[in-house]
């Protein structure tokens, strides 16, 4: 290749960079006081996330079981023998199984109600906040906040079921249950500094506007009472006019009054 072919090769990069405008951008740096943060990413397991805003679903340890207790054994027995069959020596499976019975039955439609939206719902929501106490506690269990995210995820889809077959039963139960529902969103779009700072500008130039737009209308407002005066005077005038000279009557007294009374209304 000799050195004419390489100039114009050259030359041809030359004209397409400064076709595409790659020269006016680089290095720009913006002189509004537009300053962009990285939200902090939150996990869909926590209850900002999910929408659990809490509820009271602990036992009292020092209670017994409903199978126990409505022993006649059991109720004759000592009181040593009564505190070893409390729910503090319980193992802690069979208890967070009694405190979702117990939330369930406060839920559901009847005592054999085990399949309808509030039942499963209730249940669900039961089971996610006690897994997020434990994710509090170890949040390095990695299997537990798998299944902790599809419990959510699942609950929210049976919500979404239940808000399109009957919204006053979805209404109640999410003000039961102390949930705020966020449904799946439509179109997902990661953060991205290039896109937000688009959108902070935008925001800007919409607030530098309504700015301008208001110190307009306070200039206005504040010439109002002279404009309503000066046209009182020339209606005024103009009907002392149309009268000397015998023309038909154009400007009633109403509208004298009408420019009169908004210049003293007016501040």
């Known amino acids: 290749m000799n050195v004419l072919s390489k100039g114009k090769c050259v030359s041809r990069i030359i004209d397409s960079y400064l076709k595409n405008g790659s020269h006016v951008t680089r290095g720009f740096k913006s002189e509004l006081k537009i300053k962009w943060v990285r939200p902090e990413k939150i996990p869909s397991i ?10 009271d679903i602990k036992l009292d340890r020092n209670d017994y079981n409903e199978t126990y207790s409505q022993s006649k054994e059991f109720k004759e027995a000592d009181e040593v023998v009564k505190n070893m069959f409390s729910l503090k020596f319980f193992p802690q499976r069979e208890v967070r199984s009694l405190e979702r019975r117990k939330f369930v039955d406060g839920i559901r439609q009847h005592y054999l109600d085990t399949t309808s939206y509030e039942s499963r719902i209730a249940s669900m929501t039961c089971e996610i906040l006690q897994l997020q106490e434990q994710m509090v506690e170890n949040d390095r269990n990695g299997k537990t906040r798998e299944f902790l995210k599809e419990l959510i995820d699942k609950r929210k889809r049976i919500l979404k079921c239940l808000r399109m077959a009957d919204y006053k039963r979805f209404e109640w139960l999410l003000e039961k249950l102390n949930i705020v ?21 935008a925001k800007h130039c919409d607030e530098v506007k309504q700015k301008k737009l208001d110190s307009y209308k306070a200039e206005l407002n504040a010439q109002k009472k002279d404009f309503y ?16 000279l015998g023309l038909p ?19």
């Open 46 to 55: 926590r209850p900002e996330k999910s929408g659990d805003l809490g509820l």
């Open 249 to 267: 009557i154009t400007v009633t007294e109403e509208d004298i009054e009408h420019a009169r009374k908004l210049a003293a209304e007016a501040q």
């Open 229 to 244: 005066k000066e046209k009182a005077e020339k209606l005024a005038f103009i009907r002392n006019e149309e009268q000397s």
């Open 181 to 201: 529902y966020h449904p799946f969103p439509e179109r997902y779009s990661r953060p991205c500094r290039k896109d937000s700072l688009r959108k902070l500008t």
